[in-house]
C-alpha cells in the first residue's frame, strides 16, 4: 500500500507548525504565559512560542501559540464516508422532483433543543440561500417549513406528520457537553416510538456535523459548514428515488 505521510504545513512543507487557541483560568501576566507554554509542550509540541495572551474575564486567560507538531499520519490509509449522491443543480432538482413524483416534495426543518442559531437551517431552507445557492423555498418542486430555533424534538415530529413531511431536517450548533448528541438521539428515538423512521428521509446537519456521525446515530445523512442548498436538495431527491424504486420492487415482490 502507497504511504504518504503528512505533517502540517507552516513556512515549508510538513514543518509541523501549528496555531492553537484555548483559555487557561488564570489571571494574565508572566506566570499565565509560561503556564501556558508548558501546557502545550505536555501535548508533544516542540519549538513553542505564546504570542497573544488576553484576559477575557476576571481569572480567565485566552492565549494563541504557535508550535511544531512532530507525529505524522499516512493518508493513504485515512477512510472517511461522505453521503454519496449526484449535486445537481437547481433546475435540473426540480425537473427530477416533477418527473419522478409528479408533486411537490415536503420538508421540514428547525433548530432543535434549546439550541436559539438558526443561521444553518436558515442557510438551506430560506429563499435566499447561502453562497448565491437557492434555498429549498425558492424551488417551486419543494415545499419547505422552516420552524426556527428551540423547537423540541415533539414540536418537530408533530408538524412533520401533519405537513406530512418526505424529509425532516435537524440543525444543532450550540455542541457544548455534548448536548447535539443527546438532541439528535432524542429525535431517533421519538421518530421511531410514533412509527414513521422508516418513512422519511432524516437529515443532521451542523458546523460540527459530519456524515458519519450522523449516519451512526440513525440518520440518512448529515452536513456540515458550507454545505450548500442545492447539495442537500439533492441528497434529498437521489435519496427519496432510492427510497420509491426499493418500494415498488418490494410491492412486486410480494405480488
Known amino acids: 500500500m502507497k504511504t504518504d505521510l503528512i505533517k502540517p504545513y507552516g513556512d515549508t512543507l510538513n514543518d509541523g507548525i501549528v496555531q492553537l487557541s484555548f483559555t487557561l483560568p488564570v489571571e494574565n501576566g508572566a506566570r499565565a504565559k509560561k503556564a501556558a507554554e508548558l501546557y502545550v509542550k505536555k501535548l508533544n509540541f516542540e519549538d513553542i512560542s505564546v504570542v497573544h495572551a ?34 445537481m443543480d437547481y433546475y435540473k432538482i426540480n425537473a427530477m422532483i416533477k418527473e419522478e413524483f409528479g408533486r411537490e416534495i415536503i ?37 419547505a417549513y422552516n420552524l426556527g430555533a428551540q423547537v423540541s424534538c415533539e414540536e418537530l415530529i408533530k408538524a412533520a406528520i401533519k405537513y406530512k413531511a418526505d424529509v425532516i431536517l435537524a440543525s444543532q450548533t450550540v455542541t457544548q ?35 458519519e456521525f450522523a449516519v451512526k446515530l440513525g440518520y440518512d445523512a448529515g452536513f456540515g459548514a458550507n454545505t450548500l442548498p442545492s447539495q442537500v436538495a439533492s441528497f434529498i431527491v437521489t435519496h427519496l428515488i432510492k427510497l420509491k424504486d426499493a418500494m415498488a420492487q418490494q410491492t412486486m415482490g410480494s405480488a
Do not use: W
Not at 485566552?62 to 454519496?84: G, Q
Not at 432543535?112 to 425558492?138: C, F, P, Q, W
Not at 414513521?196 to 446537519?205: N, Q
Open 54 to 87: 488576553q484576559k477575557i474575564a476576571e481569572g480567565f486567560t485566552c492565549f494563541m501559540v504557535y508550535a511544531k507538531a512532530m507525529p505524522s499520519i499516512d493518508f493513504s490509509k485515512v477512510e472517511a464516508k461522505e453521503a454519496e449522491f449526484e449535486h
Open 107 to 143: 420538508a421540514v426543518g428547525a433548530t432543535i433543543g434549546h439550541d436559539a442559531h438558526t443561521v444553518g437551517i436558515d442557510a438551506i431552507m430560506n429563499m435566499k440561500g447561502y453562497s448565491m445557492d437557492y434555498g429549498l423555498e425558492r424551488y417551486p418542486e419543494i415545499r
Open 177 to 211: 457537553k455534548e448536548s447535539h448528541i443527546s438532541n439528535f438521539s432524542e429525535l431517533i428515538n421519538q421518530l421511531d416510538a410514533a412509527g414513521i423512521r422508516d418513512k422519511i428521509v432524516l437529515l443532521a446537519g451542523g458546523a460540527k456535523i459530519t456524515n
